[in-house]
T-cell receptor
C-alpha cells in the first residue's frame, strides 16, 4: 500500500463546474499537506500548503484536511479550461534524519468548454 | 527571477555512459531535492540536501550520486546509466524542510 493514494483519473468536467480532488494517506504522523499543479511537460508548482485540519482558501481554490480520517481534498470553484492539468497531493513529515516529502501519483483534470 | 534552473532539458544516453544533471536556484533556499517522475509511479525522491554541506538518500538512491556544490547548486550524477533510469528528473528547492518545494522544469532522460 502506498503511503499516499490518489485516483489517477482522468477527470473531465464542464467549464464552471466545482471540482473535487482527493487523497488519502496512511501515516498519521504526516504533519504538512500540499497540493501541486503540473501542466504537461512542466515542473509541478505549489498551489496550497496547510498544516492543521480544516480549510484553507485561496481564490477559487480550497484545501481541506481531515486528520482524523487521513483525508485531504482540493476544491476548485468555477473551473476554467486553464485549470486542466495534473494535480498532485503531497504530505510532509519531519524525521530524525531530516524530512520526508511524499507525493501521490496525481489526478489528471480536464475542464472542457 | 529564474527560480530553479535545470540543465540540460533533454538528453539521450547509451547504456553505461555517465552524465551529470545540473541544478541551480536563486531563491537563497537552504534545502534542495532531486526527484524522478515515471508514469504510474508519481514523484519519487532520489536524494536531498537539507542544507549546504549535507546530503541524504531518498526513496530511490541506487545508481545515483549527488553533490551540493554550494548553497545555490545541487548536481545529480549517473555513473553508469541503465535503461531503468529513463525518466523525467526534477530538481526542487525549499526555504526550509517544512516549506513547500519549488520545482525546475525537468530533464527528460532516455537511456538506450
Amino acid at each position: 500500500q502506498k503511503e499516499v493514494e490518489q485516483d489517477p483519473g482522468p477527470l473531465s468536467v464542464p467549464e464552471g463546474a466545482i471540482v473535487s480532488l482527493n487523497c488519502t494517506y496512511s501515516n498519521s504522523a504526516f504533519q504538512y499537506f500540499m497540493w501541486y499543479r503540473q501542466y504537461s511537460r512542466k515542473g509541478p508548482e505549489l498551489l496550497m500548503y496547510t498544516y492543521s485540519s480544516g480549510n484553507k482558501e485561496d481564490g477559487r481554490f480550497t484545501a481541506q484536511v481531515d486528520k482524523s480520517s487521513k483525508y485531504i481534498s482540493l476544491f476548485i470553484r468555477d473551473s476554467q479550461p486553464s485549470d486542466s492539468a495534473t494535480y498532485l497531493c503531497a504530505t510532509l513529515i519531519l524525521t530524525g534524519g531530516g524530512n520526508k516529502l511524499t507525493f501521490g501519483t496525481g489526478t489528471q483534470l480536464k475542464v472542457e468548454l | 527571477n529564474a527560480g530553479v534552473t535545470q540543465t540540460p532539458k533533454f538528453q539521450v544516453l547509451k547504456t553505461g555512459q555517465s552524465m551529470t544533471l545540473q541544478c541551480a536556484q536563486d531563491m537563497n533556499h537552504n534545502s534542495m531535492y532531486w526527484y524522478r517522475q515515471d508514469p504510474g509511479m508519481g514523484l519519487r525522491l532520489i536524494y536531498y540536501s537539507a542544507s549546504e554541506g549535507t546530503t541524504d538518500k531518498g526513496e530511490v538512491p541506487n545508481g545515483y550520486n549527488v553533490s551540493r556544490l554550494n548553497k545555490r547548486e545541487f548536481s545529480l550524477r549517473l555513473e553508469s546509466a541503465a535503461p531503468s533510469q529513463t525518466s523525467v528528473y526534477f530538481c526542487a528547492s525549499s526555504e526550509k524542510l517544512t516549506g513547500g518545494a519549488f520545482f525546475g522544469q525537468g530533464t527528460r532522460l532516455t537511456v538506450v
